[in-house]
């Protein structure tokens, strides 16, 4: 991590030199926080936690193993898989939307999940349903 500039001018070019993707995860971040939820990127496995995120895709498991639909949330900290057993879709979970979920979370293939979660969708005021 590079340090902060120390003057005006040089924390100004850095704030202009950052991507749009930088941008965009600092202000998820920022969403979580402001509502006391937990980033992604702090979770602990066998835990109940609460997080925000946009999904950034949803897969449907292949037809031979048991319907599971899996929607990766980012919360401009890390990712989390999302899989609801036994369900091929769900209306509204779409790339590009915003959710709050709830669950325990484990570590499935390496990868962060929660099984099953309680989720409510945020709507573009960044109020709970839609």
Do not use: C
Not at 24 to 32: C, K, V
Not at 53 to 69: I, Q
Not at 77 to 92: A, K, Y
Not at 107 to 129: A, K, M, Q, W
């Amino acid at each position: 991590m590079t340090p902060e500039p120390r003057n005006a001018l040089g924390r100004l070019a850095k704030r202009m030199l950052r991507s749009s993707a930088e941008i965009d995860s600092d202000a998820l971040a920022q969403e979580s926080s402001d509502v006391g939820l937990q980033h992604i990127g702090e979770l602990a496995p066998r835990t109940l936690v609460s997080v925000r995120g946009e999904v950034r895709s949803v897969t449907l498991r292949p037809a031979d193993e048991v319907a599971a639909l899996d929607a990766e949330l980012w919360d401009g900290t890390d990712v989390l898989h999302l899989i609801w057993l036994g369900r091929r879709s769900i209306p509204g979970i779409a790339p590009g939307v915003k959710l709050q979920a709830t669950g325990r979370v484990t570590r499935h293939h390496e990868v962060l999940t929660i099984f099953n979660p309680s989720y409510e969708i945020i709507g573009p005021d960044g109020h709970h349903g839609g």
